[in-house]
């Protein structure tokens, strides 16, 4: 900068000679001056050299005018010594060889000095135009020597780091940086590109004032006579840029993750700049693939006469909705709406987004048939579905009930829901809509009265709407319950003609109930062990209670089963086993219980078990006591085994006999022989119980057998 500082006030000086005749007219008229002035000199003081000002005369206008004025003057130079020594010798004839080598020589330098002066011109005004070039941009530069101390330091370096070039320039490295940085950061960097490499690296360091900022540092080695003696740096504040581009990745990665489609489109061409991952991913295209493509290659109603027709809507309004399909890679199409905007930066751009509408469609088509099956249900429903007022005056219903009442739809909406009501019941009505102003719902049964003057109890269950309309509404559903009043009414006279039944019966009735639903899916002991050890007598009729020996079916009621039935008699667990695997049901199976007092009891059953959601929840049951039956029946069967031992004992004593026994029938067949019989008439036993009388005796002596 000393250079550019220097040459400077020169510069001053010659920027009037801008012209070439400029520029020769003043080195003719320097010439003259520099000619003129040593006679004056030697006339004056007795100055005796005469050419001693030609020199600095040269290689001023070499330096001001550049080589051909210089070169000139140089010429001029000559002619006026050439003059002086002919004119000293009174004549015009050089005839010492000295005078002419003198002027070859005067002349040589002269051109010596005319291109060494041009040439120091032209480097230093490139070397000004560079450190201007320097100043002016943007980037820090500065140039270190070996000694790591700054030569050159440009405005930009001084301006980030608040300092004056009187303060860095000479100074070292270390002493102007942060404490610790060149050590660590720089130092191992310098020192590879003063080993002749380019060193570029990126880096964070902290100005006084303008914070931490992101760097982009670069290294380039400078030759010099004994080689590279010296690093130009430059470094970039990229502090702005970056900040942009982790703006622009994190933009970018907001649209890739958007659940829309977003393309950029060529409005002239209508092929696509760019597009995001949800595009991609929603038509099965690579990015690579959609920029190759056009707008019609992937939406089916988009033709040439249409582009244009949107285009001047975006020129109009600048954002253009609709709807449309997209054909995915495959071939298959899904709905689609797109929002088009016109988007003006450099050039113009259209900025689609697509969003993928299948699930809303499907939605809306799903919402459409519910809507439709709604509508069907409430005009087809039997249950009443209306609207009406605070004032009690009917505002909208569905037509079965209007009908159930004998009234066409337009004639009930003219009639007062007071007047409908049961006279009776019309006080209730109104506290009713006095109650759901309040509460904002209520419920509960009302009687109406149809127009043949049938009584109907509606049941109902009505809610205020207040938000969304300009007067409260009351929103009303009510069921016609009146045949199931009917059937309530019958049901309880049949549960009282039951109950009655069950009292006066002479067969034990009971229900028991098990302390947890039990799963019918357990395995077969366990499912076994847990209906004997989980029920209890939940409720029975006195004829059961008195078949244990109590008076009332309350004292058997709570009794666990096993205090009645001994679950390690093998018989009631065969018997439930049989329960089991029977489906829970069984009929007139015998069950071997105790009474109070522990005497046992013999019991025909017929047991049903009652299944919910694939558990067993209770058992009904009928039993009558047979326990007299069985002991006739025990001694019944101790007779007849009575009597086939006497029988038993009688035919060992016939067949011991020495006498032939034979017994036949009324027809004369044998039925039975012993074996003396046999052996007389020459048969087996088997082979004559196959014969008669006849067949083994003659016709005389058959005449003689009564």
Same mark, same amino acid.
């Given at each position: 900068?000393?250079?550019?500082?220097?040459?400077?006030?020169?510069?001053?000086?010659?920027?009037?000679?801008?012209?070439?005749?400029?520029?020769?007219?003043?080195?003719?008229?320097?010439?003259?001056?520099?000619?003129?002035? &040593?006679?004056?000199?030697?006339?004056?003081?007795?100055?005796?050299?005469?050419?001693?000002?030609?020199?600095?005369?040269?290689?001023?206008?070499?330096?001001?005018?550049?080589?051909?004025?210089?070169?000139?003057?140089?010429?001029?130079?000559?002619?006026?010594?050439?003059?002086?020594?002919?004119?000293?010798?009174?004549?015009?004839?050089?005839?010492?060889?000295?005078?002419?080598?003198?002027?070859?020589?005067?002349?040589?330098?002269?051109?010596?000095?005319?291109?060494?002066?041009?040439?120091?011109?032209?480097?230093?005004?490139?070397?000004?135009?560079?450190?201007?070039?320097?100043?002016?941009?943007?980037?820090?530069?500065?140039?270190?020597?070996?000694?790591?101390?700054?030569?050159?330091?440009?405005?930009?370096?001084?301006?980030?780091?608040?300092?004056?070039?009187?303060?860095?320039?000479?100074?070292?490295?270390?002493?102007?940086?942060?404490?610790?940085?060149?050590?660590?950061?720089?130092?191992?960097?310098?020192?590879?590109?003063?080993?002749?490499?380019?060193?570029?690296?990126?880096?964070?360091?902290?100005y006084p004032h303008r914070g931490e900022r992101e760097l982009l540092v670069k290294y380039f080695p400078i030759?010099?006579?004994?080689?590279?003696?010296?690093?130009?740096?430059?470094?970039?504040?990229?502090?702005?840029?970056?900040?942009?581009?982790?703006?622009?990745?994190?933009?970018?990665?907001?649209?890739?993750?958007?659940?829309?489609?977003?393309?950029?489109?060529?409005?002239?061409?209508?092929?696509?700049?760019?597009?995001?991952?949800?595009?991609?991913?929603?038509?099965?295209?690579?990015?690579?693939?959609?920029?190759?493509?056009?707008? &019609?290659?992937?939406?089916?109603?988009?033709?040439?006469?249409?582009?244009?027709?949107?285009?001047?809507?975006?020129?109009?309004?600048?954002?253009?909705?609709?709807?449309?399909?997209?054909?995915?890679?495959?071939?298959?199409?899904?709905?689609?709406?797109?929002?088009?905007?016109?988007?003006?930066?450099?050039?113009?751009?259209?900025?689609?987004?697509?969003?993928?509408?299948?699930?809303?469609?499907?939605?809306?088509?799903?919402?459409?048939?519910?809507?439709?099956?709604?509508?069907?249900?409430?005009?087809?429903?039997?249950?009443?579905?209306?609207?009406?007022?605070?004032?009690?005056?009917?505002?909208?219903?569905?037509?079965?009930?209007?009908?159930?009442?004998?009234?066409?739809?337009?004639?009930?909406?003219?009639?007062?829901?007071?007047?409908?009501?049961?006279?009776?019941?019309?006080?209730?009505?109104?506290?009713?809509?006095?109650?759901?102003?309040?509460?904002?719902?209520?419920?509960?049964? !009302?009687?109406?009265?149809?127009?043949?003057?049938?009584?109907?109890?509606?049941?109902?269950?009505?809610?205020?709407?207040?938000?969304?309309?300009?007067?409260?509404?009351?929103?009303?559903?009510?069921?016609?319950?009146?045949?199931?009043?009917?059937?309530?009414?019958?049901?309880?006279?049949?549960?009282?003609?039951?109950?009655?039944?069950?009292?006066?019966?002479?067969?034990?009735?009971?229900?028991?109930?098990?302390?947890? &639903?039990?799963?019918?899916?357990? &395995?077969?002991?366990?499912?076994?062990?847990?209906?004997?050890?989980?029920?209890?007598?939940?409720?029975?009729?006195?004829?059961?209670?008195?078949?244990?020996?109590?008076?009332?079916?309350?004292?058997?009621?709570?009794?666990?089963?096993?205090?009645?039935?001994?679950?390690?008699?093998?018989?009631?667990?065969?018997?439930?086993?049989?329960?089991?695997?029977?489906?829970?049901?069984?009929?007139?199976?015998?069950?071997?219980?105790?009474?109070?007092?522990?005497?046992?009891?013999?019991?025909?059953?017929?047991?049903?078990?009652?299944?919910?959601?694939?558990?067993?929840?209770?058992?009904?049951?009928?039993?009558?006591?047979?326990?007299?039956?069985?002991? !006739?029946?025990?001694?019944?069967?101790?007779?007849?085994?009575?009597?086939?031992?006497?029988?038993?004992?009688?035919?060992?004593?016939?067949?011991?006999?020495?006498?032939?026994?034979?017994?036949?029938?009324?027809?004369?067949?044998?039925?039975?022989?012993?074996?003396?019989?046999?052996?007389?008439?020459?048969?087996?036993?088997?082979?004559?119980?196959?014969?008669?009388?006849?067949?083994?005796?003659?016709?005389?002596?058959?005449?003689?057998?009564?």
């Amino acid at each position: 900068m000393g250079v550019a500082d220097r040459w400077e006030a020169i510069e001053r000086s010659a920027s009037r000679l801008r012209t070439r005749p400029q520029r020769y007219s003043w080195a003719l008229l320097a010439i003259v001056a520099a000619a003129l002035l &040593p006679h004056g000199l030697d006339v004056a003081f007795g100055f005796p050299y005469p050419f001693i000002l030609f020199y600095p005369t040269i290689m001023l206008i070499s330096l001001l005018c550049g080589l051909e004025p210089s070169l000139l003057a140089t010429a001029a130079s000559a002619t006026f010594g050439l003059y002086h020594l002919l004119a000293v010798r009174g004549s015009f004839a050089v005839t010492r060889r000295r005078d002419w080598a003198g002027l070859l020589v005067f002349t040589g330098m002269g051109v010596i000095m005319s291109v060494a002066g041009d040439l120091f011109r032209r480097r230093a005004q490139r070397m000004r135009e560079f450190e201007k070039a320097v100043e002016g941009v943007e980037e820090m530069i500065v140039v270190l020597d070996r000694d790591y101390r700054y030569l050159i330091a440009n405005e930009a370096f001084l301006n980030y780091r608040g300092m004056k070039e009187e303060d860095v320039i000479g100074r070292r490295a270390s002493e102007i940086l942060n404490p610790g940085v060149f050590e660590n950061e720089i130092k191992a960097k310098l020192d590879e590109c003063f080993r002749g490499n380019v060193v570029q690296f990126e880096m964070r360091y902290r100005y006084p004032h303008r914070g931490e900022r992101e760097l982009l540092v670069k290294y380039f080695p400078i030759k010099g006579p004994g080689g590279i003696d010296r690093v130009a740096t430059v470094l970039q504040d990229i502090t702005d840029e970056r900040e942009a581009e982790r703006s622009l990745r994190l933009f970018r990665a907001l649209v890739d993750q958007s659940n829309d489609a977003v393309e950029v489109i060529d409005p002239e061409t209508l092929r696509f700049l760019d597009v995001n991952e949800t595009a991609c991913r929603q038509l099965g295209y690579t990015r690579e693939e959609l920029l190759s493509m056009r707008v &019609p290659e992937i939406d089916l109603r988009v033709d040439e006469a249409q582009a244009a027709k949107t285009l001047e809507q975006l020129r109009q309004s600048g954002f253009v909705v609709h709807e449309g399909r997209h054909r995915r890679k495959d071939g298959s199409t899904f709905p689609v709406e797109i929002s088009l905007r016109l988007v003006a930066v450099e050039r113009k751009y259209i900025v689609s987004l697509s969003r993928d509408i299948s699930e809303r469609k499907r939605a809306e088509e799903t919402l459409r048939e519910s809507e439709d099956r709604y509508r069907d249900l409430v005009e087809h429903t039997e249950d009443l579905v209306c609207t009406h007022d605070l004032q009690g005056r009917m505002l909208s219903v569905n037509p079965a009930p209007a009908r159930t009442l004998g009234y066409e739809v337009s004639e009930l909406l003219k009639i007062p829901m007071r007047e409908l009501v049961a006279p009776e019941f019309r006080e209730q009505f109104d506290r009713y809509l006095a109650r759901i102003q309040k509460n904002g719902a209520d419920q509960g049964l !009302l009687c109406v009265v149809t127009r043949g003057g049938e009584r109907r109890i509606w049941e109902y269950r009505n809610t205020l709407r207040t938000e969304g309309v300009a007067q409260p509404i009351v929103r009303g559903m009510a069921h016609d319950i009146t045949e199931r009043k009917r059937a309530e009414e019958a049901l309880r006279r049949r549960e009282q003609d039951y109950r009655s039944f069950v009292a006066k019966s002479s067969e034990g009735i009971f229900r028991e109930e098990l302390d947890a &639903p039990l799963p019918i899916d357990l &395995p077969e002991d366990e499912l076994i062990e847990r209906i004997l050890h989980d029920s209890y007598l939940a409720e029975c009729n006195d004829a059961m209670a008195k078949m244990y020996g109590f008076e009332s079916g309350g004292e058997l009621v709570g009794k666990r089963l096993t205090e009645l039935l001994p679950a390690e008699d093998v018989r009631n667990v065969e018997m439930t086993r049989e329960y089991g695997r029977s489906g829970f049901r069984v009929i007139d199976r015998e069950s071997h219980e105790v009474d109070m007092a522990g005497n046992p009891k013999v019991f025909r059953n017929s047991i049903l078990g009652i299944v919910e959601n694939g558990k067993l929840v209770r058992t009904w049951g009928i039993q009558r006591d047979v326990t007299e039956e069985c002991r !006739l029946e025990e001694a019944r069967q101790k007779a007849e085994e009575a009597v086939r031992e006497s029988e038993t004992h009688f035919r060992a004593l016939v067949e011991q006999a020495s006498d032939g026994i034979f017994i036949a029938d009324s027809k004369g067949c044998y039925i039975d022989v012993n074996t003396a019989g046999g052996e007389m008439l020459g048969y087996t036993r088997e082979e004559l119980l196959q014969l008669s009388i006849a067949d083994v005796v003659t016709k005389d002596e058959i005449e003689r057998i009564p």
